[in-house]
């Protein structure tokens, strides 16, 4: 079964400094993207031939902070 590396350590003192969302759930940090890549769920979703594939993204920029759209098509192998 695929596993995830383990993460190394934060940047700029231990504050995360990215999220992700989907559908009103929310990743940040490196220490919640590591638990959601470890989860039992993800694992074997991998393990069975799941990807995903991201659009173009649109970014915009203020001042420090940037926020990135895009849209994430996700497959699923399916063996009948």
């Known amino acids: 079964m695929w596993t995830p590396p383990t993460p190394t350590a934060l940047p700029r003192g231990g504050r995360p400094t990215a999220s992700y969302e989907v559908e009103g759930w929310t990743i940040a940090g490196r220490?919640?993207?590591?638990?959601?890549?470890?989860?039992?769920s993800?694992?074997?979703?991998?393990?069975?031939?799941?990807?995903?594939?991201?659009?173009?993204?649109?970014?915009?920029?203020?001042t420090d902070t940037?926020?990135?759209?895009?849209?994430?098509?996700?497959?699923?192998?399916?063996?009948?």
């Not at 220490?31 to 039992?40: I, K, L, P, R, Y």
């Not at 031939?49 to 970014?59: D, I, K, T, W």
């Open 42 to 62: 993800h694992c074997a979703l991998v393990a069975s031939g799941c990807s995903h594939f991201l659009g173009p993204a649109v970014v915009t920029v203020d």
């Open 66 to 80: 940037a926020v990135a759209v895009c849209e994430s098509l996700v497959l699923v192998r399916r063996f009948r």
């Open 31 to 40: 220490a919640d993207v590591h638990a959601m890549v470890s989860s039992t």
